[in-house]
């Protein structure tokens, strides 16, 4: 049984659709081994960033970015955020955004 992966927002959506053509081709490549693999999807392909939310790593000729995701009840994963990362660390604001998001979606 797949997982169903849907998106917090047409603007993420469209955020990811705008990255550089080999990010998103690795993009959905990936995308494609989660919605196969769900949770059990770990490294170098997904990272747990902790309390429920977790990252994608994308990455092609034109650098690298990150996509966060959270797991919901049915085998559903929801795309929340993304970026191109420009530095070794995630950035902190990056960070908080798809935490802020994650409890939006998690709030009944």
């Known amino acids: 049984m797949s997982w169903i992966i849907d998106y917090y ?4 959506r469209l955020e990811i659709a705008a990255m550089p053509i080999g990010i998103r ?3 959905t490549r990936l995308s494609n081994l989660l919605e196969e693999f769900g949770l059990d ?11 429920g939310l977790f990252e994608l ?3 092609g000729r ?3 970015a990150r996509v966060f995701y959270c797991m919901k009840v049915g085998r559903k994963i ?3 955020h993304s970026f191109i990362k420009k530095t070794n660390e995630t950035p902190k604001r990056e960070l908080d955004l798809a935490h802020r998001r ?3 979606i998690a709030a009944p």
């Open 78 to 80: 929801i795309i929340l």
């Open 41 to 51: 999807l770990r490294m170098p392909h997904s990272r747990a960033m902790g309390g």
């Open 25 to 27: 081709a690795s993009y």
């Open 9 to 12: 927002s047409e603007e993420v």
């Open 62 to 64: 034109e650098g690298i």
């Open 57 to 59: 790593r994308p990455k």
């Open 102 to 104: 994650q409890k939006e």
